[in-house]
């Protein structure tokens, strides 16, 4: 069956899916609509390309890369497979997914259209479904505290995105886009309030240091953790006040 049941766009300048209407501008980026193709077009020109990370854990991507291209996650725990956030592009290529779980509402992708294809359900906090962003998504739980799932913890930590929630799975945990890492150095999101990302940071951290890691998986990078966890601990120090 197609999941192709009502229009839907992506814009290649952000990789934004707009299901169900063509707006003037993308309202992720604003870009201009002659920026958009279908999710059909999207689709037949891009695919999904998985690298792994860990025997149980793998990186998915849009290939060709496909505007602010990010990765999303596989986790195949003991019962379930457990997405983290998800890719611009729809493949129906790719292992089913039972759960689709939302580090926030920025990398929403083709979440609906996986949705409806491999019968999965969708997960976002409340506070990150409320927004502009995510008005048109069919999202089938909206968590409001941490919770486990399928040896998945989930921490709602506020900031970038009121719902911004990241999560841990056995020694791999995943961040998004909270932090970007470039040349060694860190930098908080820029997008959000900055007291809020602080603060968030710093419950994150408290928790961080309760568990044994060995993998950080963010939108654009997968590194080690102890190399993440350095450039973090100075970047907090620098906004201690
Ligand atoms: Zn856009
Ligand atoms: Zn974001």
């Known amino acids: ?33 002659v920026n958009f193709i279908t999710a059909e077009d ?11 990370v860990t025997d149980k854990v793998i990186r998915l991507n849009s290939s ?51 949705r409806s294809y491999n019968s999965a359900f969708l997960w976002i906090h409340e506070e990150d479904s409320k927004q502009e962003l995510a008005q048109k998504y069919p999202f089938d739980k909206k968590f409001e505290n941490d919770y486990n799932f399928c040896e998945i913890e989930a921490f709602h930590i506020n900031g970038h995105t009121p719902g911004f929630t990241f999560y841990i799975f056995k020694d791999v ?27 968030g940071a710093n419950v994150m951290d408290n928790i961080l240091n309760k568990h044994i890691l060995r993998k950080v998986c963010g939108f654009d990078y997968v590194l080690d953790y102890s190399e993440w966890k350095a450039a973090f601990d100075i970047l907090l120090n620098s906004v201690k006040i």
């Open 64 to 114: 060709p890369p496909l505007g602010l291209e990010h990765s999303a996650y596989s986790i195949k725990t003991e019962k379930q497979i457990i997405w983290i956030d998800c890719p611009s592009t729809f493949s129906k290529d790719i292992e089913r997914m039972d759960k689709i779980m939302l580090t926030h509402h920025h990398f929403l992708g083709a979440s609906n259209l996986y």
């Open 42 to 52: 999207c689709n037949e020109n891009y695919e999904v390309l998985e690298t792994k």
């Open 173 to 199: 945990f995943f961040i998004c886009d909270y932090v970007s890492v470039s040349g060694g150095n860190m930098h908080f999101n820029p997008y959000g309030p900055h007291d809020k990302t602080i603060a």
């Open 1 to 33: 069956m197609s999941p192709f049941r009502e229009e839907q766009y992506v814009c290649k300048v952000c990789g934004y899916n707009m299901i169900g209407y063509y707006p003037e501008t993308c309202p992720f980026c604003g870009a201009l609509k």
